[in-house]
């Protein structure tokens, strides 16, 4: 008995050492100094929380910010940055910060003068729930991880002309990006890959380009694909006028909806070669502009908010 507990010991105690040095071999990516308040940069305003009620995604209500930079006044023609899980990117103490990168790019001049949106998912509830904190409200993967024009119509035909009636918005699509992470971030793509019209430049961080969305045929309802199915439709559909980020980490997510990392592989790949069949075949038209960067970062958004203020500048280069 002594020598089983003894080997149980040792057992548990390797166990503890594997997961310690698992977690230690994750490395930690810093903030730059473009994440960081300096009191020598103008610093905009973040207007909200606002809350706002659909009619598109009826019986839902979400939140949202607006980041209006110092630099902005009514002659202003703004830029446009929306940004899904607004909680999460608006956040002074977390790791995206994004109203201070704009404030410190926008003083140095490396993007245009922009204003930001950043957007909560929605909840079924009467009023936004205050207790919900940097958490996801109950609606999140039907609005973010759906293939359907749902929240690109409720983004551009509601909550959009709701903002342009307090400020002018630049109608380019060339300076209209929409971004997020994890779900957030495919819902940003979803909504550039319906409407390239309206918005063009996408940010991708740890992107869920897999099969949360996906709903098997039952009781006479078709089948509803998940965000997996993307790599194929960008090989087999005609190449849109898009600019990508992606960004992802090795020692990402990998569960019964998929391989995180690997999916985000084939999004790069398959993206790659609409480009490459285009130019073989001497196809008119545009082309997919795209970058990537990948670590070794878990499912969260370190990597991504560390890399964020070179992902704004190349995204609106």
């Not at 609606?139 to 903002?163: G, K, S, T, V």
């Not at 929409?178 to 890959?193: D, H, K, N, P, R």
């Not at 969305?213 to 190449?239: C, E, S, V, W």
């Not at 970058?291 to 995204?315: F, M, T």
Request: net charge negative.
């Amino acid at each position: 008995m002594k020598t089983m507990f003894i080997l149980l010991l040792s057992i548990a105690c390797e166990a503890i050492l594997f997961t310690s040095t698992f977690a230690a071999d994750i490395p930690q990516y810093p903030l730059t100094e473009d994440s960081l308040v300096h009191d020598n940069v103008p610093h905009g305003k973040l207007e909200g929380p606002f809350e706002f009620h659909s009619k598109i995604i009826a019986g839902t209500v979400r939140r949202y910010w607006i980041y209006v930079p110092a630099q902005y006044s009514v002659k202003t023609v703004a830029s446009l940055l929306i940004f899904q899980d607004g909680q999460r990117a608006t956040n002074p103490e977390g790791a995206l910060r994004i109203p201070t990168v704009l404030d410190n790019l926008i003083a140095k001049k490396e993007i245009p003068v922009t204003i930001g949106v950043f957007i909560t998912p929605g909840n079924l509830s009467a009023h936004y729930p205050d207790n919900l904190g940097m958490g996801n409200p109950d609606h999140r993967a039907e609005e973010y991880d759906a293939l359907n024009d749902r929240y690109a119509r409720f983004l551009i035909d509601e909550l959009l002309p709701e903002i342009s009636s307090k400020y002018h918005l630049t109608n380019d699509p060339e300076q209209r990006v929409i971004g997020g992470t994890s779900s957030g971030a495919i819902c940003a793509f979803t909504v550039a890959w319906h409407r390239p019209d309206v918005f063009r430049k996408v940010i991708s961080m740890i992107g869920s380009f897999t099969s949360i969305g996906y709903q098997p045929a039952h009781a006479g309802k078709p089948m509803t694909p998940g965000g997996d199915l993307y790599p194929g439709l960008i090989r087999k559909t005609p190449i849109k006028p898009l600019k990508i980020f992606l960004q992802d980490g090795a020692n990402d997510l990998n569960n019964e909806h998929g391989n995180w990392f690997l999916a985000n592989q084939q999004m790069l790949s398959a993206l790659e070669w609409a480009n490459a069949n285009a130019d073989e075949k001497k196809v008119l038209g545009p082309r997919y502009v795209v970058n990537h960067v990948w670590g070794e970062g878990d499912h969260s958004d370190q990597h991504g908010g560390s890399l964020l203020p070179d992902i704004l500048r190349w995204i609106f280069k």
